[in-house]
């Protein structure tokens, strides 16, 4: 291992934008179930699979039909 390093010529990340943020939500244990039933189909985790869900709702600007 080196002492120094040449950082000069670096560049930033291109994808920071992208980088995900952690938060705390409560859901309810049967909405946690269906998603965990769900990914587990689809080969993936069921925090991915809630984050895809939610960004689809978003990017179509879903509304949220209720009553």
């Known amino acids: 291992m080196r002492d120094d390093y040449d950082f000069s010529r670096s560049k930033r990340n291109p994808y ?3 980088l995900k943020k952690q ?3 409560r859901l ?3 909405t946690i179930d269906y998603f965990k039933r769900l ?3 689809k080969g993936l ?3 991915s699979l ?3 869900y939610l960004r689809d ?3 179509s600007k879903r509304k ?3 009553g």
């Open 16 to 18: 920071t934008k992208q």
């Open 64 to 66: 949220l039909s209720w």
């Open 57 to 59: 709702c978003a990017e």
């Open 28 to 30: 309810d244990e049967l």
């Open 50 to 52: 809630i984050n895809l």
């Open 39 to 41: 990914a587990e189909e």
């Open 45 to 47: 985790s069921y925090q």
């Open 23 to 25: 938060i705390t939500i």
